[in-house]
DNA sequence: CATTGAATTTAGAACGTTCAAAATTTAACA
DNA sequence: TGTTAAATTTTGAACGTTCTAAATTCAATG
């Protein structure tokens, strides 16, 4: 029986079916209905019926945690996310978790919050609670030895979108250098010669790789590269605005900028229009990452698209990997970025 | 001892330590162990001493799950948020987070991207891995006797954002009706007297309250109510600025244009500019949510703020009490929404 | 109708923790 | 020093599952 009366209330009060509520009420043991739970082919049809019959007359759900820890794994990913407010991010979450689903996985998404403090309180949490794996997007001034410590800590590890440079560490995230290269070399042949890069923090190795990118697609077409043309600066549209706007006074001016993001490229679009010249004719702008603003604006934002989900897919799929093997290290995977071409470089 | 060895790759393995192996290292019991991480005072001081060097030493992680297996209770709650990507959820999101986390409570975020099958999906994952109580913002379509269904499974359930009608239901949102209203009447006195409202999908029980909270607002001044100024749009900037361009349009236009959301209040300024108007001047405009973008724009957007993360405190507080005192029923809390007022109305 | 092997089912221990109750040690006092 | 109470520690069972190995049932065969 799984009634039962609380003292206190009066009121009747069902404790949640177990396994053995189910046996006994289909007239068989525990193990079978294990087995039946665990859609075991040794058990005889009819049993499987009468068990399954039990199972939905007393409403009873199955127990996870009791199971994972008998058995001594769980099915349980930690996802350790720095930015959700950012749409990138919540791009790449989607991907990660409908590979993570697909495989019987549940993700368990974490929010960090770019705090340092939190990313720490989360993985212990998350190590508490016995995940299987994680994948992390570390924050800022996350130290270089956590890859390590995961090893000691036996828990498969995938950094996503920034990385710790630990040479042993997973590494899942786009191809900056390319995608960067991609865009510019599309400004070059359309004819542009005097060409600026905004945006983006000196710190973050994602931008050294774009700017680099930048440096050499120029070098490779015999193009001067000018420092005093490359301005950083924070990853929003305002920052990239006031850049531009700086930028577009001097003279001779670029005729073409690359942006380190859309955020950034719109604000540039910004103070193009506003410094009389028109966007793509008189300079052209191009951004990364393909939010969905960029199709929306007008004129179009000709930008590098990073595919995010993909990127969370391909992040899940190394994780698996790495439980199954957990020996394995130092795996890297960029993802290919593409040029989305629309009207703000003056192609069409 | 924890270190073993594995027959295939002959690596020297370290077991996850547990409370038995801190326990013959420091020379005491289990119990004695138990009793010191739960921070008991009945431990003596140096034996305590001798049990955390001993935890230290081998590294030991809790093992939440073997806890509340026994206690019969999880610290863990569930998140299910519809729509990840909007940044007003993820602020809610980070309230939810602050308050759980300070009564040792973890949030276990989850996205169901708007679909009622993931929703399904994950809301029996959470009942398996056996959640103290759930916070849903659920997605549209969800069927009103979810409330109750939660109850018979015996779990605490708070809904945000959007109610389902039962009248059991325990929920956190805005007061959409007053906020509406507070909107409405600080255009009215301003001196408009042509006021129109336009946004949000008929079926959303919030879009009613903020479209009577309009209406209200010009009945309470004696102004007429226009059915065919009240259009209904998705919450987007798009959408928004296609309305806008059909009402302005007509004639007589509008000279205030109530929205529904920031979104569409940003694409309602966009079609006032492009129809030869000066937002503000000839036509003002207010927003609802005070996303960041009302901020930065141009003319600032007069908006109704209704501090997300408040929200999110308040419906982790809710789901604390629920789940001290599960027969607790039909709560509902609305927080008080302010106006920002900028320059969008013509005020300053 | 035994016998055999396959098919199906089961008992008991185990996973890592905490609870209740009991056992032991320590301190205080006459 | 013995007695008592308080302080501290421990034992064994329990939480809901699954594993291993063994037990039972079944069907087919000679």
């Known amino acids: 029986?799984?009634?039962?009366?609380?003292?206190?209330?009066?009121?009747?009060?069902?404790?949640?079916?177990?396994?053995?509520?189910?046996a006994d009420h289909a007239g068989v043991s525990r193990s079978t209905v294990s087995l039946v739970l665990r859609g075991s082919p040794l058990v005889k049809a009819e049993t499987r019926q009468r068990v399954l019959a039990a199972i939905e007359e007393l409403g009873y759900v199955y127990h996870r945690a009791a199971a994972n820890l008998r058995q001594q794994h769980s099915q349980v990913v930690g996802l350790v996310i720095n930015e959700l407010t950012n749409p990138f991010f919540t791009e790449v979450t989607v991907g990660l978790?409908?590979?993570?689903?697909?495989?019987q996985y549940l993700p368990f998404l974490t929010h960090t919050d770019e705090s340092l403090e939190r990313q720490e309180r989360l993985l212990t949490a998350l190590r508490e609670y016995d995940v299987a794996g994680v994948v992390l997007c570390p924050v800022l001034g996350t130290g270089a030895e956590l890859p390590a410590q995961f090893r000691r800590w036996q828990v498969p590890l995938v950094l996503v979108m920034r990385h710790l440079g630990d040479p042993l560490e997973?590494?899942?995230?786009?191809?900056?250098?390319?995608?960067?290269r991609l865009a510019t070399?599309?400004?070059?042949?359309?004819g542009h010669q005097r060409l600026a890069y905004i945006g983006g923090v000196q710190a973050l190795g994602v931008r050294q790789e774009r700017v680099n990118g930048f440096r050499d697609a120029l070098a490779t077409h015999g193009l001067d590269y000018r420092p005093d043309w490359v301005l950083a600066c924070s990853p929003t549209r305002l920052a990239g605005r006031n850049a531009a706007q700086e930028l577009l006074g001097r003279s001779p001016a670029p005729t073409a900028i690359v942006c380190f993001n859309d955020a950034v490229a719109l604000g540039v679009m910004?103070?193009?229009?506003?410094?009389?010249?028109?966007?793509?004719?008189?300079?052209?702008?191009?951004?990364?990452?393909?939010?969905?603003?960029?199709?929306?604006?007008s004129p179009g934002l000709t930008t590098v698209s990073i595919e995010p989900q993909r990127i969370g897919r391909v992040?899940?799929?190394l994780l698996l990997e790495l439980i199954r093997h957990p020996e394995q290290t130092g795996r890297t995977v960029l993802v290919p970025p593409q040029l989305v071409i629309r009207q703000s470089c003056g192609a069409h």
């Open 315 to 317: 992040a899940a799929q």
């Open 185 to 190: 070399e599309h400004l070059i042949g359309l």
């Open 1 to 22: 029986m799984t009634t039962e009366t609380t003292e206190e209330t009066g009121a009747v009060t069902r404790r949640k079916a177990t396994i053995i509520d189910i």
């Open 170 to 180: 997973n590494y899942v995230g786009t191809d900056d250098y390319h995608g960067s």
């Open 97 to 103: 978790e409908a590979a993570l689903s697909e495989r």
């Open 270 to 297: 910004h103070a193009v229009a506003q410094s009389g010249r028109s966007v793509g004719r008189d300079c052209a702008v191009v951004g990364f990452d393909n939010i969905a603003d960029a199709a929306l604006v």
